[in-house]
């Protein structure tokens, strides 16, 4: 029995304009790169051009599999003011070096950011003095993102392939691998979807979902399947025994050949104790995660019925009555203001 460490861890013209520059690096590659690589740019080619073609944000539409989603390749965008991007108002993006006096607007403006700087800290500090010695303490400003048009997009589709012509048996990078592409049992657009939820995790609590690791006398995948099992449960013995690698992995019964004891940490104590949620937050969001990282890769839920869970559903309906109260005490204080302006105050003779 081997012992190991247990550690759950359109703009229409600018998104044409992005697939023409990875179009363009992708025909580079055949130029530059080795005779092997040319087949993979080739393909890559292809999947961009169908997909500026089609011009369509659902790859599922178009029959293909990301087969790499993870942080680095997903990107938030937001409105920008007109007047203020330099492509529509002529600007030049470079910031100048400013000529004769050191400190002019510019190098005081930095200036004053770290005085700003500092006089945060120092407040801080003296805040958390007099907080331990009973004095008057601020409420910590509530972070929000209310207000922000944010939109995600999903790049680098350079390991993209078609649904019904998988180009290879390893996708994905290694924290974000579902385990049926381990087992090599096959895999379609679910695969993603997993992938999807590792993501999410990681963005909620700072952490990769899974980092394995190889130890003395068991691999790296060996160690990534026992820390799944560790926070979802046992893996199904029809799924266990029933990829290409699962002989080499498990035993008849379904249990890990050579990683024996498992220390079991469901996904909602987890949330609670590690990460501090609370218990009404963490039992939400395992509500949401946990069918994207069922074992049986049939029963994860699209990206289209995600949308439709209750606790996306619960966020945006919490964030749209509490910018209806905000326009509304702004309405309100508004009148006040105009009744004040209106007020005249008649003197008797």
């Not at 703009?11 to 092997?36: D, N």
């Not at 007109?82 to 000529?99: T, V």
């Not at 979807?193 to 690791?213: I, R």
Request: proline fraction near 5%; include cysteine.
């Amino acid at each position: 029995m081997m012992m190991r460490e247990s550690t759950p861890t359109r703009r229409e013209g600018t998104t044409r304009f992005g697939l023409e520059i990875r179009l363009l690096a992708a025909a580079l590659k055949i130029q530059k790169s080795a005779a092997q690589f040319v087949q993979a740019a080739l393909h890559e080619i292809e999947v961009l051009s169908v997909i500026a073609d089609e011009d369509i944000s659902n790859s599922r539409e178009l029959g293909i599999i990301h087969t790499d989603l993870k942080p680095e390749n997903i990107l938030l965008s937001n409105t920008i003011d007109p007047d203020k991007d330099p492509i529509r108002s002529g600007a030049s993006p470079i910031l100048e070096r400013p000529e004769g006096n050191l400190y002019t607007s510019v190098t005081m403006s930095i200036i004053e950011k770290k005085l700003k700087r500092r006089a945060r800290r120092a407040a801080a500090k003296i805040s958390g003095q007099r907080s331990s010695t009973g004095g008057a303490t601020t409420k910590p400003e509530r972070r929000s993102m209310e207000g922000i048009d944010v939109q995600c997009k999903i790049v680098d589709f350079g390991n993209a392939c078609w649904a019904d012509k998988p180009f290879a048996e390893e996708i994905q990078t290694r924290q974000y691998r579902a385990p049926e592409v381990i087992l090599q049992s096959g895999y379609s657009f679910s695969v993603d979807m997993w992938s999807f939820a590792c993501t999410a995790s990681e963005l909620a609590t700072g952490d990769m979902m899974f980092a394995p690791k190889g130890g003395q006398g068991f691999s790296e995948d060996e160690d990534h399947l026992a820390l799944m099992m560790e926070l979802l449960g046992k893996i199904p013995k029809k799924i266990a025994i029933g990829g290409a690698r699962s002989k080499d992995l498990f035993d008849k019964y379904g249990d890990l050949k050579r990683i024996r004891r498992l220390k079991f940490w469901p996904l909602v104590k987890l949330l609670m104790d590690k990460y501090k949620f609370s218990e009404a937050d963490a039992r939400e969001f395992s509500e949401f995660l946990a069918p994207l990282l069922d074992f049986v890769p049939e029963n994860r839920p699209t990206a289209q019925q995600c949308l439709e869970h209750p606790w996306l559903s619960m966020r945006r309906s919490s964030a749209q009555n509490e910018m209806a109260n905000k326009m509304s005490n702004s309405s309100n204080i508004q009148k006040v203001e105009t009744g004040m302006k209106n007020l005249q105050i008649k003197v008797g003779k």
